[in-house]
């Protein structure tokens, strides 16, 4: 670790030199050094300060021969290993490789799955918990598109969440999530299983994914509403097709065809850097386990019984006996976990899974 705190040192240096060589030069360029520089910047930092105090630690010790200073310099050393012990766990914190999209807004997809007008309202559900999250950390939601299923539930939401690190903790959503409990149409009284699955893409600007014209086939047509009136007498509703993937995106909600398109094309720039990134994680950790969402959507990751007031993450094995609390957008608990198993992993200190039995049923 010391050897590579001391290259990071190096290249911090090396980048401040550049700098001063480059005044008055090429612009571009300087912005560049400047950013990296930045990025280097805390770490070195931290490191600075760890050598003081190894080097104060040095001296501290050196005084435990001394008789009339033993007992000052027993204490000292005690402070200073304690210091020493959590600067080591802060650079080791730091030298974890930075997701660049960790500070990005988000788009979330939530869909309902099996479970017919169950699974629609258990989406809506999933929908208002994120919202109210996002409002409790005082980000703005804005919905871009959906479609309802007429008897309160949605057949698909998309809405977007506005707000610096959105990202980082609500990256660990995506999958499917899974709710057990008697519908209101159930007259039997039978728990019911149902699912929805969730999506959670980085906002991507357009300088980061550049789309050809070329590979977008653009269809409109007139937006409607559930019941199947038609809102507009224009065709403002859009259908864009990516060719090379085959994936599609539709958007009527805005009232015109410019903004509609505008919105698509914003949410297929993140479904499709959130598939390449998906593809470079698998290429790098081929043979890592994650402890934490790997992003694929066939995860199982969440249970919400409500016979027992109970949810369940069965990533990490932690439940909350206070169901609705969490669909109230009490979701810390579980990020701030996930958060801290995905740091061990990354640190090399990864642990199994640990599932509930019950939670198997």
Known sequence: MLDRLAGIEARYEELN?????????????????????ASLEEIVGVYREYRTVLKDL????LLLDDASMADLAAEEVRELE????????????????????????????????????????????LFRMYTRYAENRGWKTEILSASDTGVGGYKE????????????????????HRVQRVPVTESAGR??????????????????????????????YRASSAGGQNVQKNATAVRLTHLPTGMVVTCQDERSLTQNRLRGMSILRARLYEMEAEKRQK???????????????????????????????????????????VLDGDLDQFIDELSARDQAEKLGGGVTPVFSEDDEE
């Open 191 to 220: 728990i019911h299983t149902s699912t929805a699955t969730v999506a959670v893409l980085a906002e991507v600007d357009e300088v980061e994914i550049d789309i050809p014209e070329r590979d977008i086939k653009l269809d409109t």
């Open 283 to 325: 290429a790098e950790a081929a043979e890592r386990k994650a402890q934490v969402g790997t992003g694929e959507r066939s995860e199982k990751i969440r249970t919400y019984n409500f016979p027992q007031s109970r949810v369940t993450d069965h990533r990490i094995g932690l439940s909350s006996h206070n169901l609705p609390a």
């Open 82 to 125: 304690k210091r020493q012990a959590e600067m080591e766990a802060q650079l080791k914190t730091l030298l974890i490789p930075k997701d660049l999209r960790d500070e990005k807004s988000v788009i979330f997809e939530i869909r309902a799955g099996a479970g017919g007008d169950e699974a629609g309202i258990f989406a809506a559900d």
């Open 157 to 176: 939401v998309i809405f977007e969440v506005k707000g610096k690190g959105a990202y980082s903790r609500l990256k660990y959503e995506s999958g499917v």
């Open 58 to 61: 040095e001296g501290a010790r």
């Open 17 to 37: 030199r550049l700098m001063a060589d480059s005044a008055g030069g090429d612009y571009s360029r300087i912005a560049e050094y400047a950013k990296e520089r």
